[in-house]
C-alpha cells in the first residue's frame, strides 16, 4: 500500500463538548464519527449526539485521495445567539430548516502535494 492512500479504516469515535473558542467561547455540542472504508473509499458519518449544533452527513475519501464533504447543519433550539449567526454564515436553510454544506477536493493539494482544484458548493439544496 502507498503511504500517501488510506488503504483500510474502520473506527468509531465521540467527540464531546466541542467548543469553539475564538472569536468567542461557543459550545456545539457531542459529536460521533463512525469510520469504515478499504481499498476504493472511506466514509466517514458524522451525526451531532445531543447539543447547540445538529450535524448530519458524511466525508467520503476515494482511493485517489479526493474527498467529498456533504453535511446538513442547523443550530438547535435554544442555541446561543454566537451559534445560530455562526450557522448562518454559511447559507441559507432549506425547507427543512437545515443548511446543506457540499465540498469536494482534494486530500493530496491539502496536504501540499500535487495540485488539484477543489470546489465548493454551499447553497442550500
Avoid at 51 to 75: E, F, Q
Wanted: proline share 3%; glycine share 12%.
Amino acid at each position: 500500500a502507498s503511504r500517501d492512500k488510506i488503504s483500510e479504516a474502520k473506527a468509531n469515535f465521540v467527540l464531546r463538548d466541542v467548543v469553539l473558542l475564538l472569536p468567542r467561547r461557543t459550545e456545539w455540542g457531542d459529536f460521533k464519527l463512525a469510520i469504515d472504508g478499504a481499498d476504493v473509499a472511506t466514509t466517514i458519518k458524522i451525526n451531532d449526539q445531543g447539543g447547540p449544533l445538529l450535524v448530519d452527513g458524511s466525508i467520503t475519501i476515494d482511493a485517489d485521495n479526493l474527498y467529498d464533504v456533504s453535511l446538513a447543519i442547523s443550530a438547535a433550539s435554544g442555541a446561543s445567539n454566537d451559534l445560530i449567526q455562526g450557522v448562518g454564515l454559511f447559507g441559507r436553510p432549506g425547507n427543512d430548516g437545515k443548511i446543506r454544506l457540499k465540498y469536494s477536493g482534494s486530500l493530496t493539494e491539502l496536504l501540499g502535494g500535487n495540485k488539484v482544484k477543489a470546489t465548493a458548493n454551499d447553497k442550500p439544496a
